[in-house]
């Protein structure tokens, strides 16, 4: 499952501007008034596709789909079907996967007034599309409203019909397709288990690899048009099971829970939107959308999360339209004000504790921005069908919107990280190719905020000098945080690891002991002390202090053995010992004045040197 996609569902309270790396405006290039061109949309790979239903290349309102490249903006072919009539409404509703395009038409009268059809179509050289086959329902009927919601995956095609009456008036129905041969598709029915009259199933449909989503927004389980959703496995498309019916946890009446659905196998996922929801504090028709699990394997589906808009009023009506992915979220709110009465906008979830609101540059009045909304690798695409292009009423524009593509390669950075597999240290779905540039000391390829820093000073360790002293085992990290992450010990509690020190293992009876516990007859004595210090507090952090106290260890048993043996070499030892044990306390407790006691000692030896009978001198 996507928990950060979860995490933004439930923490939806920030709201921040869309960085956005460009804005596309696409429209028809013969658009006329109320030809509605953005009532429908689709992104297939870099191919952007949109139903204008209402516009007449085969008769008034006939309809008909436009294909753009979705980088570039550039118009590239139009599809219409070789049968089609004048209110056939085709392109009231598009779907793609890969090559391939569904096109519902509605309005077709094949089957009766109103019975409906959908198409296919081959768009693999999408400046020459090819249609591929018209898909009618077998126990089609006048009223059927076949088409006015479709999609595909893969071979598998799914096609609503909100008007079918088999579970009573306007109960509706889903016909699931195997286009494999797509001039022999392979039909199978969708009926839910409760289905009753005005439920509406088949409003909205999508599908995404085994699993499809069927939404019943007139459903009465919760009230009167409170609604619901269906899950289906077609794992075998022939043979569908239907899971848990979904309802939403704070379902009412004419919430229209179902409106808009959106489904994806990858993450295991589901989105419904409720766009007639009241929120007690955004109001009447502000609208919700509900997050679901599921799980195939166990036939289960529940509920995980809400969305509510985060700046949400009364009849903003958020919900009106959802997709979802793999990296985001988006959902549409049509009675957004902020451009505008009804203006419209969307919201995007990507993948973190944020939802960053899209309103179009030119929004006006009435535009609906949000009613369809589809995202791709490269964009979210947003239609309004209401939209005043060019001064003509209710032509319809569609906007492409591109978020943050910070290293240019045309994809969506948090798709770089979900689906394009680029490092993201810090989870905040930006790759972190896009974070080196004054942030990588050490030129790791890592931002400095994810390298290691032991001591929280905000510069990694790699990129630290530490002295001996600070280092002593020259690993590269501070002595202090070898202690604290446990990756040495400091059994003495004096700073040093454990693996700088080495260990007196000796005993005071002169066998395999200190030479200075040897002459002064005590481990404990004061200046076998002072020297142990020094060991600790100074030689023990530098690499030749601990080359030395090793080479002292391995050399002064047999020198301690036969010190401890005789009163008279434990005196001479006592002697020459010392004057190092007291520039050794100079060093520890009067740092300043041990420069002055080297020079009183070399003095001193320079003095006993002179009075010294120099060889060979005569004597009297």
Not at 204 to 221: R, Y
Not at 326 to 336: F, L, M, P, R, Y
Request: hydrophobic share 35%.
């Amino acid at each position: 499952m996507n928990t950060h996609l979860v995490q933004a569902a439930i923490a939806v309270s920030l709201l921040c501007p869309l960085t956005l790396g460009q804005e596309l405006k696409l429209h028809s290039p013969d658009a006329g008034g109320g030809d509605r061109f953005g009532d429908s949309v689709s992104i297939s790979g870099s191919t952007a596709i949109t139903g204008a239903r209402a516009s007449d290349e085969n008769g008034l309102n006939s309809g008909s789909v436009h294909l753009f490249n979705g980088t570039s903006g550039a118009w590239i072919a139009k599809l219409s079907p070789s049968d089609g009539a004048a209110y056939d409404y085709f392109g009231c509703a598009v779907g793609s996967s890969g090559t391939t395009v569904i096109v519902g038409a509605y309005m077709d009268d094949d089957n009766g007034l109103q019975s409906g059809s959908a198409y296919l179509f081959d768009i693999s050289d999408p400046s020459a599309p090819v249609e591929l086959a018209k898909l009618l329902p077998s126990d089609g009927e006048a009223g059927d409203s076949f088409g006015w919601s479709v999609a595909i995956s893969g071979t598998t095609a799914i096609v609503g019909a909100f008007g079918d009456d088999d579970s009573g008036g306007d109960s509706g129905s889903a016909y699931l397709f195997d286009v494999s041969d797509p001039t022999d598709p392979v039909e199978v029915k969708l009926l839910p288990s409760d289905g009753a009259a005005g439920d509406s199933f088949g409003w909205s449909v999508a599908i995404s690899g085994a699993v499809a989503i069927v939404g019943a927004h007139g459903d009465d389980d919760s009230g009167d048009g409170s609604g619901s959703a269906y899950i289906f496995d077609v794992t075998n498309p022939a043979l569908p099971v239907e899971l848990p019916k979904l309802l939403s946890d704070d379902g009412a009446a004419d919430d229209h829970f179902g409106w808009s659905v959106a489904i994806s196998n990858a993450i295991n996922l589901a989105i419904v939107g409720a766009y007639g929801s009241d929120d007690p504090v955004s109001g009447e028709d502000s609208g919700a959308a509900y997050l679901f699990s599921f799980d195939l394997s166990s036939s289960t589906a529940s509920q995980y999360a809400t969305y509510l808009s985060p700046d949400g009023a009364t009849g903003d009506r958020f919900g009106s339209s959802v997709a979802i992915s793999s990296a985001a979220a988006v959902v549409g709110a049509i009675g957004d004000d902020d451009n505008g009465i009804d203006s419209g906008s969307a919201y995007l979830i990507l993948n973190g504790p944020a939802i960053t609101k899209l309103l179009s540059s030119d929004g006006a009045e009435g535009d609906g921005l949000g009613s369809v909304a589809a995202i791709g690798s490269f964009a979210v695409m947003l239609g309004t069908g209401l939209h005043d292009f060019s001064g003509l009423e209710d032509s319809g524009s569609v906007y492409l919107m591109a978020p943050q593509d910070c290293n240019g390669n045309g994809v969506i950075d948090s798709y770089d990280v979900t689906g394009g597999g680029m490092a993201d240290c810090n989870s905040d779905y930006v790759p972190d190719e896009c974070q080196l540039s004054g942030n990588d000391c050490d030129s790791n390829g890592v931002p400095d905020n994810c390298d290691v820093d032991c001591d929280s000073n905000s510069v990694p360790d790699s990129c630290q000098a530490f002295s001996e002293t600070e280092d002593c085992n020259n690993n590269g990290i501070p002595d202090s945080c070898d202690i604290a992450d446990g990756t040495d010990d400091d059994s003495d509690s004096n700073g040093v690891p454990d693996s700088c020190e080495a260990t007196d293992s000796g005993s005071s009876d002169g066998g395999d002991c200190f030479v200075a516990t040897a002459a002064f007859g005590d481990y404990d004595a004061p200046e076998v002390r002072v020297l142990r210090r020094w060991r600790d507090e100074s030689l023990a952090r530098s690499r030749v202090g601990v080359a030395f106290i090793e080479t002292y260890y391995r050399l002064s048993p047999p020198l301690a053995a036969v010190i401890s043996e005789r009163p008279w070499t434990r005196l001479a030892s006592r002697v020459a010992l010392a004057p190092v044990v007291g520039l050794v306390w100079l060093r520890l407790e009067a740092p300043w004045s041990f420069p002055a006691g080297i020079g009183l000692l070399l003095a001193l030896g320079m003095i006993s040197r002179a009075r010294s009978p120099r060889q060979g001198a005569r004597t009297p």
